[in-house]
Structures are given as structure tokens and as C-alpha cells.
């Protein structure tokens, strides 16, 4: 059995005091595959968590349409969706055990008690919470619920999965242990999911595809290599990658004591910390003309262990440059650094990617 | 200083426990007794004369019965339509929802006092008077329990009732099955609440029954008190007695949820 | 381990179902069985119910079922919501007062049916018609069982000790009252009597005064007024008489239990309590008719019998055989005899003289005799919210706070006539 | 933020039998009442259509006037006294410890316990020959009080019994209110020399004011419904000077057989219970503002 979401010109639109429309959504058209975990990311308020609650049933769409496999499923109610969701708070039942939270789904659509137990069990064992399945969510860690939340999703088997958020509530070790589970788990399961997380991060390390969004449009849908390595447009750049991109703006440089543009292809140029190079002052042998080039001072300095994260400010303009180890210029000391012209991405002026030519 | 307080606390406590007291103790004393040494606070022996008379007068546990029936489908009901009314004034968007609020609101500030003309020139000919109907309907709602059920329902969270629709549940499902038990403390203050009140109501059964088979506690022990000779007091207050320990007893037991329910309105 | 469910659908359509199951539980009255209401406590009521079983051992084809309604007038409240809602008793007794009341809406049952035997053997004076003026154009609608008169009870210790003799006239009442009365520490009121309208009509009566006359309610005019005078008179002036706290039936208790104590040397209270009175006393009780002012009068007081209207007949059946049982010599003297009512059955009355129940109980003798100076009350549908709304509520006023007793009898009767 | 309803009708559905009870017990009852209060009926014959003459009985016998007197003073009572005492209570009682806790249950006690008992027991207790209270003063030589006899007396008798019945009501109020003042302020405070008079009067009882008004309107309405007590220890004398309203349309329906005339007195005790209540949210706001304010 294969499934397959697709979203056509789905737009939603709130109606808040005096009648004030916000638009939450603007004509999304979104396909997600077979067996694909495709992640939604996006800062808050751009629509990804509208996105999943119009596929759950949980909104009514104000235009467009919902196909599961086919199937336009705008009218019909979220309990005849085969569809399951995996919510941030994980909204267990406080009053039932873990066992009966994840029985409930079942229960809710006459199973037998047998193979109600029966799904239980194996549901249990797969998101490894064998002997806990008598406890009360209260009773339970926060990674313990979650994975609650994810068998009683699970138990049920259904077509698509849906994730809203379900990692932001836990810690940053736990939640780096759990989203390596979750995507073997969804990798095992081979199922069709469809994720939501403001972390791009998160989103890079588990998604097969990512689409970005932002206020109510899709920024770009790809791979996760593709969206890092040629982001459609200056708002991705940004967003994907820790630190972010270093964005300069064509109009903005002359005023920038240290820093030198060379070929100028776009209103706005990126590039990404790693790319940065410091060479020792003298050794700068490259064109001047090609890529970037800055003299300033270091004000700040990072490290994390495999990696230092440099900050360089040429007056009015800081860059944030990636060295390995604990390498690197020391703070107050005066430095050059170098982006190679072909790690440069340039945006116009509507920020979208000006491609280098060919 | 302390120590005046804690006199004056013995003696606040001898005044609102004295009364019981006193209560328990006539009732085991003999007519006699009352009439020559009636101030004397122990019963010479433990006659249970009063209470054997109580109960033969009296259908004694058809009343108590018949209040029980009473105050319980009266707390049951009010739960029961407290949740769904509650639900959708706290959860659901629609429209006239303000309309809908206000006119609970607004039944909160009406007692039974002010309706019970009306309300038993209604019933009256509809030959509802003497049946349970009549002693339960008028009360299957609580406005005050409505608001505090919807009250309960604000902190429960939205991904939650999601949850439950997504898990395939039905809406009557999601308010009994989920939601109730969520705020069973607030449904628990307010059926305690209710069942003490009603158990103890006087006023609505006197005008509701005038029958043995369907009359309370409270309006068959008010009856105790035959007049026209001398009223026999050690039967009074076994009836008394009967008619309290009860209360006393479920009190004692769950003092702390009924302080909830007393409490509960001062605080929301 | 399971955990309990909070309350499902189930336990909502259980408490439903068991809301109705109990809505229809109320039984329909069963073939012969007669629902019989009641106002009579303590010692009556025992009386009462024994006869009742008496009446179940001598026959099956009837069975009563007594149920206390409170007083007399909570047993009124009563009847009139179950005339209301369609849920009355097949028997009920209400004060003399109310019966035109009740006759002039149309809601009792004619009685005939219970027998020209049972009817030409009542007691004339306590009987519908005796009671009533103009009763004999009405139809019968009520007969007579536990009827009374005031009368005078006396501690015949003090009296002895004082050599008082009961009085036989206003003034006599005064002096006795005060010959008897002791203040400090063994305080003792002279003469007791709740400040009542039925104690009162007996003094409009002495007084020469009626309640109605030419078919306006006058209240008594001046004899009213002088009624309601003496009292205030031995209240305030003479210190001598105590008015007992306490509306209807309390006051009433309040008396016998001065009287009882010793606190009041002579009270007036219903004929009824006779039996009570001489059981409970501590000395010999004495009783006297009350006195007279221009002339001897009383009002007879207690209950009738009556019978909703519209009743099934063999539900009406049911309730007449009992009626008619109840009626008879054998029964209606032994209610007389043991509670201290008017045997209501003259042939009753004639077997308690002959088996010289008289002469071991001279009391009962005088609450007898003095029936011979009964007052008729007058048949107008009015009076019982004549008693209720203008003179009762103003009585205790007036005495207790000595107001101008004219103009307190003007307003109740402008209150009377509105109606 | 609300959910959508999974149909439309699914909220009036789960409204209606809640609405519906109450329009039917509460709502469509007080037009009743009004439209009857415009008719002459003793529920046995015909209603006649009087206009406004209950009102105007009621009004020219004086009756109404002296009606809301005596419910007012029987209010004022009741209020002034279970609240100054609830609080001394509280206060007093707000403590660990079994001997605490067993008084304030003590005293709440007699909130659980139904009116009915209440009233019988202390009938008792006050019966003017074989009561307790009055051998226990005739013990101590005082002149005994007619607590039920006396027409002057009997009102303030029923607003104590009133007061022992209700004043564990107040109490756990303000004792709940007490929960809400910080203990550190107030260890703050004697730090700073206030003693328990000054701790009282500056902090508690400025964070108790709201919940003073509260408890005051609470049992303000509570009182006006007073009935249970007045039918069983006085019926509403002596002299009628313990009829109070709810007593009084008792009295009028059942006993008078007046449902007009108890109509428009229901229509009148409506009117003041609505004054009463718009007084609560009024007292209620302002000492919000106050709070807010100081």
C-alpha cells in the first residue's frame, strides 16, 4: 500500500476582532511521498502547525483541497481521517495508564480487546517502553510520554503520520537522542510522515525533504543538501544553518571600512561561516576583485569542542567565521579573512538566488 | 495572650459542638427526665426508646431512602449536564456563545425562592407534585456548576480534545470519557455540594410532596414536632439525629472536598 | 492494575432511566384502599391509628392508609395543593372554620351516602348543621369526629389551698385570676390562655356580640372590642394573666406546659387536652366551663370530616364505609373517651353515661354540658380568611402591646370585607 | 483560542438540556410570576384579573414596607455578625494543629448540617422552660430572655442561630483568603517591628478586603433566602415579627391561598435580590480598583 499527500492551493484564513482576516496559509500546493518523512520548518507564525491541523481535520481549510491518496478529505471529520498525530504537549490522558492511552485510538474504533493488547504490545516494544506500560503519564519522563505519544500514534497504523513539534518540550540531550529514534523508527515503520519543527536544525538532520515557510508560503522544497547548498532565496539561506549565513548587502558595503566586494552578481550576497578563510596578513596573494575580502578585529570567540565559531567585526559589519578545533585568530587580534568567490550566494533584490553563470 | 486564645477557641468549640451534643444526649433520655431534670446533661441510662418510636412512627428509611434518591440523581444529573454545557461554553466556537453564557450567568442570581410560586403552579397541573420528577428536575441543572465545570474545562488543553478526535473519538466521548475525568475534583466538590444540600433541602420537598411514599428526611422530621401537646423533645432530637449523623458522618469523611466546593466560588 | 473511568454514558443513561423509573413510581391508589390524612399528634394519634387497625381486624374489603400531615393547618397547606395538583386523600379532616370555604369552591364530596343511621345519631350541636348557620340549606359536605370547646382547666390544689371556686363571670375571672397569681420567686400566673381567635370568639359571644350579622362581618362591634379588653386588662392592670409566646399550636403547648409545671394556677384550652392535662399533672386537674360576661357562650371548635370531590366511585365507596364505622357509637365514644373530644354519636354519649364513664370523669362531664351553650359559627365562605389574614395575625398585637383595641378590630375588618 | 465544533449543531445539542432547564425553572417562571401578580387566584376557582391591586394591598397595609424592614435587619445582622466573626475565626484559626483543626471543623460543621435540624435543635435549646439556655441562666441568675416569645426579641434570636449556622461559611472563605497572604511579607513585617494588631490591620487585611466583600454579599443573598429557620421555629411570629420574605410568599401561596398577591411578592423580592447583586458586582469591582489601586 503506498500513500500520497497532496495539497492543492490550500489557504486558510482566520477571522479575528472586527472581522480582520489573517491569512495563515496562502495557496500551498505540497506533495508528500511514499514513505517519506518530509519536514515542515519555519520560524513561529508562518503557518507549518496550520498546515498539519488542516490535514488532521483539526481546521477547515478556507480554499483547496486535502488528497490522501486520492481521496479529498476537507469534509470529512478528523475521526474518520486515517491520519495520526504526534502533538507537542503529547496529550495523553492523564487518567489513563500508558497502556490504555495508546489502547485508546483502538478502542475508539472497536478493536477487540485481544487485539487491542495484542497492537499495544507491539506498538510498545517498538517505541521501547516494555515495562512502563502500566504507569500514568505523571509517572512517567518526559521521553517516556513522548514515546506514550508516539505508540498510541503508532498502534494504530495509519496512513500518514503527522508530528506537531513532538521533541520541543524535552531537553537538547534528549532531544537529539529521541530524533535519531524517531527517524529510525519512521524509516522501520516505512511510514509516511509529515514533521513540524521550528528547528532547522532538526529539520536537517531527519527530514528526506524539507520545506521551508514562511508567513503562509513555501520557501523552498527540497533535500536537505540541496536547501543548504543553493537556497532559493535569501530567507532560506538565513534561516537553514547554525550560525547562520553571513549576508551582506550590496547597496550597505562601501560603507563598511573593512570589507571588499569583489564581482558583484546580485543586490545581496551570502555566504556561509565555513566558508570564511583567515589568511595571514601579508599572504593575501588572491584577486581582489574575486569573492570577499575583510580586515577587522576579533570581538568574539566560540568554541564547542570539534569547532570555533570566530567573530570578526570590520567595523559595521561582523562576520561569523568557522574554524576546526580550537584553532584560529585569538580575541583582539587584528585579522584578514577570504570567502573564495564560488562560495558566494547572491540574491536579487527580491531576494530570490541569482544562479552563478554557467 | 496565647493562652486566652486558646480558651476562647475551647469556647467556640464548645458552642458550636455543644448543641450536638446535647442533641445526642436528649435523645437517649426519657420524657420524665426532660420534664424534671432537664438540664442535667447525661440521660440516667441509655434509653433507645426515642429512637424506637422515631422508627415506628416514621417510615424512617423510606425517607431516607427517597432523600437519598434524591440528592444523588440530583448530583448525578447536575454533573452529567454540567459537562457537555461546560464543554462547549469553555471549548467550542459558535455562534450566540456570549448569549448562551450570560443566560447561565444570569440563573446564578435566581434561587429557587424566587421561582418556587410559578414553578409549583406549573407543575401542579401537570401532576408532578409527590413524584421524584418533581423534586429533581427543577434542580438537574446547576448554574453554578455549569460555570464551574466550564471553569474547570479553560485549563484543559486544546491538544488534548485534538488528540481524542484524531484518536477517533466521538464528542460524547471526548466529555465523558476524556474531559471528565480531567476535572473529576471539580465534578466530585460539586456533586458532594449538592448531595449535602439537597439531602438537607426542606423547603422544595415540603411544597413537593404530600405523600409517605415519596416525603424526605428533613420534612418527616420537621413533622416530629406534633404540636397541640407538649412536644416530646427526646423524639425530635432522635429524629434528630437520624436525620444529621449522616451528614456529620460524610462530612467527617470528606471534609476537605466539601471546603473545595464552599471555597471554590469565592476563588473562581 | 485497572483505574476507575469517571462517569460514562452509561452511568448518565442509568441515572436517567432511574429518574424515570422513580417519576412513575408514584402507585395508583389500589382497589378499597382509603388514603386517610391526618393532623392529630402524641397520645390522639395513637388513639387514632389503633382504631384504624381496629377497623383493618373487623373487615378486609377496606384498608386505610394514615399519613401525618402536621397541624391542622399545615394538614390544610396540604390538602389544597393536593386539590391543586389532582393528588388528594380519599379522607381528610380540616377545621370547622374552613368548610364553607371549601364547600363554596366546590371541591368536597357530598356525604350523604354514609347513612341517615350514622346522620340521625349525630350529636345536633357538633353535626354540620348544628355548627354552621344557614348550613341547612347547604348540602352535607362535612361530618363531625374530633370536635372540642374551650373550656377552663384549674389546679385544684391551689384552688383548695385558696379556696378559690372556678368563675362564672368576667369579673370572677379577674378576681380568681388574681387570688391566684404569685410573683417573685416561685412566680405563678393567675389565669393563662393563648391569645387566640378561637378563645377570643368565646368572649365576643359572652360579650353578646357576633362574628356576622345580617350578613356583614362586624367582628363582634363592641363586644369585640370589650373581648379583646379584658385581656389587655388582666395583662397589663392586673399583671395576672400570661399570654404564651408562639403562633397557632405553640402557644397553645405553651400553656399546658405552665399549667403542667405549676407556673398557672387556671388556664383556657381545648376540651381535647382533657385526657393530656389529667395524665400529665402532677395534682388534680379541675375543669370548668368557661364564664360568662352578658351571657354563656362558646364556639365549638376541632375538625370535620371531608371528602375531596371527584374521587373513583368505589374510592369514594371505600372512604364512606370508613367514615360510616368511624361514625358509630362504639367508635366515636372511645375517641371521646380517651382523648378528651366530644363524643360527635349521641347514642355513644348516652353508653358513656350509662356506663358511668361521667361520673368517673366529672371533666369530661362539664366539656359536655357546656355545649349546650355553643355558639353556631356563621356559614360564610369568608370566615376562615376572616380568622387567618384580619383577626388572628392582629390579636397578639393588640393584647401584647395594648393598641386601641377599636381601631385594631376597624382595620381587620377593613381587611376582612377587601376580600 | 476555541475549537471548531466537529458539526455545527454540536454545541447547541450539548447546551440544550442545560438551557432548557434552566429558562423552564428559572427564566420562563419569574414572567409567570409577573403575569399572575396581575391576577387574584387561590388556585381552587377561577383567576380574576385585579390590575395592580396586590401591589397595592401590600402596599397600603404596610405590610410590604415592614416586610423589607425586618428582611433587611434580619440581614444586617446576619452579615455583620458571621463576618466579623468568621474573620476573628480565621485569623485566630488559621494555625496547624489538631485542636485547630478540630475547632474550625466545629464550627463548619453547623454549615453542612440542614437547616431543619438546625432550627430544631436549638428550638430546643432555647425553649423557654426546658431549654439548656434558659436553666443555664436561671442557674446563673440572670432573667431569663423570651428568645422566641418576645416580638422584639425573636428576629435577633433567628439571625443568631442564623449566624451559628453560617459564620463557618465565612470562615473557611477568609481562611482561604489567608492562603493567599504571603507568609514572607508577613515575616517581612515583624521583622520591621509591626506587632499582630499593625500586621493585621496594614497587610491582611487590605489582601482580605475583596474576599470580605464577597463573603458579605454571598451571605447578604443567603440571608434574603432565609425560610427553613422562620417556618419551623416561628411560622413568622410572634405578631408576625419574625415574617421575613421568603416566609411571607410561603405564607401567602399556601396558607392564604393568595398566589397573586405571593406573585407580587415575588416580583418585589426579585427586584431587591437584583438591586442586591448588582450591589455585589459593584462593592466587588471597587475593591478590585482599590486593590489595584493602593
Redesign the interface.
Given at each position: 500500500m503506498t500513500t500520497r499527500l497532496v495539497l492543492e492551493g490550500l489557504s486558510k484564513r482566520f477571522t479575528g476582532r472586527g472581522a480582520v482576516h489573517t491569512e495563515a496559509l496562502k495557496k500551498l500546493d505540497l506533495e508528500v511521498r511514499d514513505g517519506e518523512l518530509l519536514v515542515l520548518v519555519g520560524p513561529s507564525g508562518c503557518g507549518k502547525s496550520t498546515v498539519l491541523r488542516l490535514i488532521a481535520g483539526l481546521e477547515e481549510p478556507s480554499e483547496g483541497r486535502v488528497l490522501l491518496d486520492g481521496e479529498d478529505l476537507v469534509r470529512v471529520p478528523p475521526q474518520a481521517r486515517d491520519v495520526a498525530m504526534v502533538f507537542q504537549g503529547y496529550a495523553l490522558y492523564p487518567h489513563l495508564t500508558a497502556a490504555e492511552n495508546m489502547a485508546f485510538p483502538l478502542e475508539m474504533r472497536g478493536v477487540s480487546k485481544v487485539e487491542r493488547e495484542q497492537r499495544v504490545r507491539e506498538a510498545a516494544a517498538i517505541v521501547g517502553l516494555g515495562d512502563k506500560l502500566e504507569r500514568l503519564p505523571s509517572e512517567l519522563s518526559g521521553g517516556e510520554r513522548q514515546r506514550v505519544a508516539m505508540g498510541r500514534a503508532i498502534v494504530r497504523r495509519p496512513k500518514l503520520f503527522l508530528f506537531d513539534e513532538p521533541l520541543s518540550n524535552l531537553d537538547a540531550k534528549l532531544r537529539a537522542e529521541l530524533r535519531v529514534e524517531l527517524v529510525q523508527l519512521v524509516r522501520r515503520l516505512g511510514a509516511t510522515a509529515l514533521y513540524v519543527t521550528h528547528d532547522q536544525g532538526e529539520a536537517m538532520t531527519m527530514a528526506d525533504r524539507i520545506a521551508v515557510m514562511r508567513g503562509g508560503e513555501l520557501m523552498q522544497l527540497d533535500t536537505p543538501r540541496t536547501i543548504y547548498e543553493r537556497p532559493a532565496n535569501a530567507f532560506v539561506a538565513g534561516f537553514v544553518g547554525t550560525p547562520s549565513m553571513n549576508m551582506v548587502s550590496v547597496a550597505d558595503s562601501p560603507r563598511v571600512a573593512g570589507l571588499t566586494l569583489g564581482v558583484r552578481r546580485g543586490a545581496t550576497c551570502g555566504f556561509r561561516p565555513e566558508s570564511v578563510r583567515f589568511v595571514k596578513d601579508g599572504a593575501d596573494t588572491a584577486n581582489p576583485t574575486e569573492g570577499v575580502r575583510l580586515e577587522g578585529r576579533v570581538v568574539l570567540v566560540e568554541p564547542q569542542g570539534a569547532e570555533t565559531f570566530v567573530h570578526v567585526d570590520g567595523e559595521g559589519f561582523v562576520v561569523r567565521a568557522r574554524v576546526e578545533g580550537f584553532g584560529g585568530p585569538e580575541l583582539g587580534s587584528r585579522v584578514v579573512a577570504r570567502v573564495g568567490a564560488a562560495e558566494l550566494h547572491w540574491f536579487d533584490e527580491s531576494g530570490r538566488r541569482v544562479e552563478p553563470l554557467a | 495572650m496565647d493562652r486566652l486564645v486558646t480558651v476562647a477557641l475551647a469556647l467556640v468549640a464548645l458552642v458550636w459542638v455543644g448543641p450536638y451534643l446535647w442533641m445526642v444526649a436528649t435523645s437517649f433520655k426519657s420524657l420524665d427526665e426532660l420534664v424534671r431534670a432537664p438540664a442535667w446533661p447525661i440521660p440516667s441510662r441509655f434509653r433507645l426508646d426515642a429512637y424506637r418510636e422515631v422508627f415506628s412512627a416514621l417510615p424512617v428509611w423510606r425517607y431516607t431512602l427517597n432523600s437519598i434518591v434524591m440528592a444523588t440523581l440530583i448530583g448525578v444529573l447536575q454533573a452529567a449536564l454540567a459537562l457537555p454545557a461546560g464543554y462547549a461554553l469553555a471549548k467550542l466556537e459558535f455562534t450566540g456563545k456570549r448569549v448562551a453564557f450570560v443566560l447561565v450567568m444570569a440563573c446564578l442570581i435566581i434561587p429557587p425562592q424566587v421561582t418556587f410560586v410559578p414553578v409549583f403552579t406549573m407543575l401542579g397541573p401537570l401532576g408532578l407534585v409527590n413524584t421524584m420528577t418533581a423534586l429533581v428536575v427543577p434542580f438537574a441543572v446547576s448554574a453554578f456548576g455549569t460555570f464551574l465545570v466550564r471553569q474547570a474545562m479553560l485549563s484543559v488543553p486544546n491538544e488534548l480534545i485534538e488528540a481524542a478526535r484524531l484518536d477517533g473519538a466521538g464528542e460524547l466521548t471526548i466529555i465523558y470519557r476524556v474531559l471528565a475525568p480531567l476535572v473529576r475534583p471539580t465534578l466530585a466538590a460539586m456533586f458532594l455540594f449538592s448531595f449535602v444540600y439537597h439531602y438537607s433541602d426542606y423547603f422544595w420537598p415540603l411544597m413537593m410532596t404530600t405523600d409517605d411514599h415519596i416525603r424526605t428526611l428533613p420534612v418527616a422530621v420537621a413533622l416530629l414536632r406534633e404540636q397541640g401537646t407538649g412536644v416530646r423533645w427526646h423524639i425530635v432530637m432522635a429524629g434528630n439525629v437520624v436525620l444529621t449523623m449522616p451528614v456529620l458522618v460524610l462530612f467527617i469523611v470528606a471534609q476537605r472536598r466539601i471546603l473545595r466546593a464552599v471555597t471554590a466560588r469565592a476563588l473562581s | 492494575m485497572s483505574r476507575e473511568r469517571g462517569p460514562s454514558r452509561r452511568v448518565f443513561a442509568l441515572g436517567l432511566g432511574a429518574l424515570f423509573a422513580s417519576a412513575c413510581d408514584r402507585p395508583a391508589r389500589p382497589a378499597g384502599e382509603v388514603a386517610f390524612w391526618f393532623s392529630y399528634g402524641g397520645n390522639n394519634r395513637k388513639v387514632l391509628l389503633e382504631l384504624v387497625s381496629r377497623f383493618h381486624r373487623e373487615q378486609s374489603a377496606v384498608r386505610v392508609v394514615p399519613t401525618f400531615q402536621g397541624d391542622y393547618f399545615e394538614g390544610l397547606v396540604k390538602l389544597r395543593t393536593g386539590l391543586f395538583v389532582g393528588a388528594v386523600p380519599t379522607i381528610t379532616h380540616v377545621v370547622g372554620e374552613v368548610v364553607p370555604y371549601l364547600a363554596r369552591a366546590g371541591v368536597l364530596e357530598r356525604l350523604e351516602g354514609v347513612g341517615d343511621a350514622v346522620l340521625s345519631d349525630l350529636e345536633p350541636a357538633l353535626a354540620q348543621f348544628g355548627t354552621f348557620e344557614g348550613a341547612e340549606d347547604e348540602p352535607l359536605v362535612a361530618l363531625p369526629f374530633n370536635r372540642s370547646t374551650p373550656i377552663a382547666f384549674f389546679n385544684r390544689t391551689i384552688f383548695r389551698e385558696l379556696g378559690l371556686s372556678p368563675p362564672t363571670t368576667w369579673d370572677e375571672l379577674r378576681a380568681v385570676a388574681s387570688r391566684a397569681s404569685l410573683v417573685g420567686e416561685e412566680a405563678r400566673w393567675g389565669f393563662e390562655c393563648p391569645v387566640d381567635w378561637w378563645f377570643w370568639t368565646a368572649l365576643v359571644g359572652q360579650a353578646g356580640g357576633r362574628l356576622v350579622e345580617d350578613g356583614r362581618i362586624t367582628l363582634g362591634g363592641e363586644p369585640g372590642a370589650r373581648a379583646l379588653e379584658l385581656w389587655q386588662a388582666m395583662v397589663h392592670d392586673d399583671r395576672t394573666m400570661r399570654s404564651p409566646p408562639g403562633r397557632d399550636f405553640n402557644a397553645w403547648e405553651a400553656s399546658n406546659g405552665d399549667f403542667l409545671a405549676g407556673r398557672a394556677a387556671m388556664i383556657w384550652t381545648s376540651t381535647a387536652f382533657v385526657r393530656y392535662l389529667e395524665e400529665n399533672a402532677s395534682f388534680p386537674v379541675g375543669a370548668a366551663p368557661l364564664p360568662g360576661d352578658v351571657r354563656r357562650a362558646v364556639p365549638t371548635g376541632g375538625t370535620f370530616f371531608v371528602m375531596p370531590k371527584g374521587l373513583p366511585a368505589p374510592e369514594r365507596e371505600a372512604g364512606l364505609a370508613f367514615l360510616r364505622w368511624m361514625m358509630q357509637p362504639q367508635q366515636a365514644s372511645e375517641w371521646a373517651r380517651r382523648t378528651g373530644y366530644m363524643p360527635v354519636s349521641q347514642a355513644g354519649r348516652r353508653e358513656l353515661e350509662a356506663t358511668g364513664f361521667f361520673r368517673e370523669h366529672p371533666n369530661f362531664k362539664v366539656a359536655v354540658d357546656q355545649l349546650s351553650v355553643a355558639q353556631r359559627w356563621p356559614w360564610a365562605p369568608e370566615l376562615f380568611r376572616v380568622q387567618r389574614e384580619a383577626v388572628q395575625p392582629r390579636l397578639e398585637a393588640a393584647v401584647s402591646e395594648r393598641l386601641d383595641v377599636r381601631k385594631v378590630l376597624a382595620e381587620a375588618r377593613l381587611v376582612a370585607e377587601a376580600g | 483560542?476555541?475549537?471548531?465544533?466537529?458539526?455545527?449543531f454540536?454545541?447547541?445539542?450539548?447546551?440544550a438540556?442545560?438551557?432548557a432547564?434552566?429558562?423552564l425553572?428559572?427564566?420562563?417562571?419569574?414572567g409567570?410570576?409577573f403575569h399572575?401578580s396581575f391576577f387574584a387566584w387561590?388556585?381552587?376557582?377561577e383567576p380574576e384579573p385585579v390590575g395592580f391591586g396586590n401591589y397595592r394591598?401590600l402596599l397600603a397595609?404596610g405590610e410590604l414596607g415592614e416586610l423589607i424592614v425586618r428582611t433587611l435587619a434580619y440581614s444586617v445582622v446576619v452579615v455583620s455578625a458571621s463576618l466579623t466573626l468568621g474573620l476573628a475565626?480565621a485569623v485566630?484559626?488559621n494555625r496547624e494543629g489538631r485542636?485547630?483543626a478540630?475547632?474550625r471543623?466545629?464550627?463548619?460543621?453547623?454549615?453542612?448540617?440542614?437547616?431543619?435540624?438546625v432550627a430544631?435543635?436549638?428550638?430546643?435549646?432555647l425553649?423557654?422552660?426546658?431549654?439548656?439556655i434558659a436553666?443555664?441562666s436561671k442557674?446563673l441568675g440572670l432573667t431569663p430572655v423570651?428568645w422566641?416569645?418576645?416580638?422584639r426579641v425573636v428576629l435577633f434570636t433567628l439571625a443568631g442561630v442564623t449566624v451559628?449556622k453560617i459564620t463557618g461559611?465565612a470562615m473557611?472563605?477568609f481562611l482561604?483568603?489567608l492562603q493567599d497572604v504571603p507568609r514572607s511579607v508577613l515575616e517581612a513585617a515583624a521583622l520591621d517591628g509591626a506587632g499582630p494588631w499593625q500586621r493585621f490591620r496594614y497587610i491582611v487585611w487590605p489582601l482580605l478586603r475583596p474576599?470580605a466583600t464577597?463573603?458579605a454579599t454571598?451571605s447578604l443573598?443567603l440571608s434574603f433566602?432565609a425560610?427553613?429557620i422562620v417556618?419551623?421555629m416561628?411560622?413568622?411570629?410572634?405578631?408576625?415579627s419574625s415574617t421575613i420574605f421568603?416566609y411571607a410568599?410561603?405564607e401567602q401561596?399556601?396558607?392564604?391561598?393568595r398566589?397573586g398577591r405571593?406573585?407580587a411578592l415575588?416580583v418585589v423580592?426579585?427586584v431587591l435580590?437584583?438591586g442586591l447583586?448588582g450591589l455585589q458586582w459593584w462593592l466587588w469591582r471597587k475593591s478590585a480598583d482599590s486593590r489595584v489601586a493602593t
Open positions: - | - | - | 483560542m476555541s475549537l471548531r465544533p466537529t458539526r455545527t454540536h454545541p447547541y445539542a450539548m447546551l438540556p442545560t438551557l432547564v434552566l429558562a425553572f428559572c427564566l420562563v417562571p419569574l409567570v410570576a399572575k387561590d388556585l381552587l376557582t394591598a397595609s475565626l485566630a484559626l485542636f485547630y478540630f475547632v471543623s466545629a464550627v463548619f460543621s453547623a454549615y453542612v448540617v440542614s437547616w431543619v435540624a430544631l435543635l436549638w428550638l430546643w435549646l425553649d423557654p422552660q426546658a431549654g439548656l436553666r443555664v442557674g423570651d422566641l416569645g418576645n416580638p451559628w461559611y473557611v472563605i482561604a483568603g474576599t464577597f463573603v454571598t443573598i433566602q425560610f427553613d417556618r419551623v416561628t411560622q413568622g411570629g410572634p405578631v408576625r421568603v410568599i410561603y401561596v399556601f396558607v392564604n391561598m398566589v405571593a406573585s415575588t423580592f426579585f435580590l437584583l447583586t
